[in-house]
């Protein structure tokens, strides 16, 4: 074998990171678009991000997934910034130029849009939008999310002060406001985005039950093998069985949008996601 014909390095850097499902998605990628690629998850100790990112690209390595808890390092690694991944104050991904250069990028919204527009038809353009939490994974969603143009995007959180800031800083990218939950008795929704992790412990956010109607389209960025809790608490409010979602489709969203970013061809994420899904 030549070096011509050595498989293109890539790598998920994070802390944990045996749960991964990032190599068994790429390797499905370069399966079906026929790309020449090596694909490894890397557990990275907390004080040494630099150094090992800094070996990984040193060794010939092409690009990096992030997950958490580096996605802020990340962001003041790259040498060069997407406009996405400067609103998100996150990077997720890192590409090499031929240059050298290291990019970085934010695809978790693009992931999340793309899987809501394509895969689940939804409409998003002129549509009501509540999303809950203010973290990192909400921070990173938004400015794709406005980019759709919806009606009114809601940011509600326990600590109302924390959306509030969240709500500013994205202010200029189109109708964002924030509240506390219990500013959203007798509102209702088109679309419900669960932005926190609370479904990974079988907690729900404190919603109201108003915020439901049967047509409303709810997705969880947490994903389960069956129904999340949240979901699972909205359909119990009469949300129809079609227009629940979880996560899936994002985590294969996001890698799809990386593996554009590297290799320049989009995949098809349904195929991935009725696999992971098995």
Not at 105 to 126: A, E, P, Y
Not at 167 to 180: L, N, R, S
């Amino acid at each position: 074998m030549t070096s011509s014909d050595a498989p293109a390095r890539y790598a998920v850097f994070g802390n944990p990171i045996a749960h991964s499902k990032s190599p068994e998605i790429h390797q499905a990628f370069a399966r079906q678009t026929q790309q020449n690629i090596e694909y490894s998850k890397k557990l990275v100790e907390p004080e040494a991000f630099s150094s090992v990112t800094d070996a990984f690209f040193a060794e010939g390595g092409m690009g990096l997934n992030i997950t958490v808890p580096f996605k802020q390092e990340a962001f003041n690694y790259a040498k060069v910034l997407t406009p996405r991944a400067r609103a998100a104050g996150a990077v997720n991904t890192l590409a090499k130029q031929e240059d050298g250069t290291i990019i970085g990028d934010n695809t978790d919204g693009v992931g999340l849009v793309s899987d809501m527009l394509h895969r689940l038809q939804w409409t998003l353009k002129d549509k009501t939008v509540l999303i809950i939490g203010a973290g990192g994974a909400v921070r990173g969603v938004l400015l794709p999310l406005l980019h759709t143009e919806p009606a009114s995007l809601t940011i509600v959180n326990r600590t109302s002060a924390k959306a509030k800031a969240l709500a500013e800083h994205f202010v200029d990218y189109g109708e964002i406001t924030a509240c506390d939950f219990n500013s959203l008795q007798g509102s209702s929704f088109d679309i419900v985005i669960n932005g926190t992790s609370a479904s990974l412990s079988g907690e729900l956010p404190p919603i109201p039950i108003s915020t439901f109607t049967p047509e409303t389209c709810v997705y969880d960025m947490v994903y389960d093998i069956g129904l999340t809790p949240f979901l699972q608490f909205a359909k119990d409010q009469g949300v129809t069985a079609t227009h629940l979602a979880d996560g899936f489709g994002m985590l294969v969203g996001q890698a799809a949008e990386s593996f554009y970013l590297w290799r320049g061809v989009k995949p098809d994420i349904a195929p991935i996601i009725e696999q992971l899904k098995k």
